[in-house]
């Protein structure tokens, strides 16, 4: 029976709890827990309905056919996955399946000739699934993925149980799990298999984003051929960190344990908050500094941007790429001020957000000890991104 009570205690201490207590048991067996243990709280599927979804989606039919399961329909899909949803979800019996899609306002806002990922893939993936994910996650305290450490290097270390962040868990039943078991729980519980899968697409995903693959390649050398991206952003693991503190620079050290104060992220390191003082609100004529959220819309602010010198951009989750179009688009508009991003931004998307345009990070002072500069500075050939180089003719 699902566990539908709020759960309490720091996520990081009942991932720790989780992956110690299911260390030995099996796939089924960790989902069958997951969907019940208290320490998991309220739990979702995410399934794309894609090459292999059909697996976790059978064992939650046999576990529980009214856990909800979410799918994130794009609208850039093969017909094909559609159809696909439609069938399975039908002949499994699924009775939550909840399709999420981007608000209307936001695609007409960013993407309105529906091109983006032709420009900017990261940004067209955080509007059409990591912030309407995000927006559908909202209720739920872990949520289930179909991810596996044979799936690469970004994957090889995953557990069954994962810190999002500190504030949800990630559930990854099949992390041990081989190509081959994948193929014989399909083949031995007669599973209906993606079309697609038949026609050379081994992962399938947004159809603009996604190739046949030849044989011997990398099953996912397909999404996003060509392009230094092979995550869609909603599997951004910040998991690494809760392996506990690492230890801090001596900058970081003194800013963090004595102050206790923001800290900002620039390409020299780590530095003191000189304009946190000066941030006003957005709508506040004259202002110098803005502050945005997420939700704002940069073209009422078109014709207002002379002699605002800085713009901080705030980002409410690990996972909502929004700030980062914002900070594209602005610089699409040609202000050539400094750009901060705030908030959740971990040192893996320091490379994302120099591409898009930002300057600099502003990060909390506890963030800062467990990601010491050297972290961010390993991350990102952000050199190649540097916009305020290349506004200087320098780059
Ligand atoms: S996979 Fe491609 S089309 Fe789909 S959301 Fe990402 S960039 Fe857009």
């Known amino acids: 029976m699902r566990h539908e009570t709020p759960t309490a205690g720091p996520v990081a201490a009942r991932v720790a709890a989780l992956n110690a207590r299911y260390r030995n048991h099996a796939a089924i067996a960790v989902l ?6 208290p320490e998991v709280g309220r739990v979702a599927l995410v399934s794309s309905f894609g090459a292999e979804s059909v697996v976790l989606l059978h064992m939650i039919s046999v576990i529980d056919r009214a856990t909800p399961v979410l799918f994130i329909d794009t609208q ?3 017909a094909e996955t559609l159809a696909y949803q439609t069938e399975v979800a039908a002949s499994l019996g699924l009775s939550d399946v909840r399709t999420i899609r981007a608000r209307p306002e936001a695609l007409a806002a960013h ?7 032709k420009t900017d893939t990261d940004a067209c993936c955080a509007l059409r699934k990591t912030e309407p994910l995000e927006r559908a996650l909202a209720p739920f305290d872990a949520w289930i993925t179909g991810r596996k450490r044979f799936q690469g290097q970004t994957r090889s ?3 069954f149980f994962e810190n999002e962040g500190d504030q949800r868990i990630k559930v990854n039943p099949l992390a041990h799990w081989r190509p081959d ?3 014989e729980y399909m083949v031995n519980n007669r599973l209906p298999r993606h ?7 081994p992962s399938i995903g947004c159809a603009p984003c996604t190739s046949r693959v030849a044989p011997g390649e990398d099953p996912r050398a397909g999404r996003w051929r060509g392009q230094d991206k092979d995550e869609c952003g909603i599997h951004f693991v910040d998991g690494k960190m809760v392996r506990g503190p690492l230890p801090p620079t001596p900058s970081a050290t003194d800013r963090n344990e004595e102050h206790q104060m923001n800290v900002i992220v620039t390409d020299t390191g780590f530095a003191a908050d000189d304009l946190s003082g000066a941030f006003q ?3 506040t004529p004259g202002a110098t500094a803005l502050d945005l959220g997420p939700e704002a819309d940069v073209t009422a602010l078109a014709g207002r941007l002379d002699g605002v010198e800085i713009i901080r951009i705030a980002f409410p989750a690990f996972s909502d790429g929004r700030g980062f179009t914002l900070a594209r688009r602005l610089r699409m508009m040609g202000y050539g001020g400094r750009l901060r991003a705030a908030g ?3 040192a893996d998307q320091y490379a994302m957000a120099r591409r898009t345009g930002f300057d600099e990070v502003e990060i909390s002072a506890d963030l800062a000890r467990r990601q010491p500069w050297e972290q961010w500075q390993a991350r990102a050939d952000w050199r190649a991104h540097d916009y305020q180089a290349r506004l200087r003719g320098a780059g």
């Open 76 to 78: 850039m899909l093969f």
């Open 195 to 201: 079309p697609l899968v038949a026609r050379g697409y």
């Open 281 to 283: 609100p957005a709508d």
């Open 111 to 117: 993407d309105p000739d529906r091109l983006l990922h």
């Open 32 to 37: 069958r827990r997951a969907i019940s243990d």
């Open 181 to 183: 078991d994948v193929q």
């Open 344 to 346: 959740h931004v971990i």
């Open 157 to 159: 270390r995953l557990d």
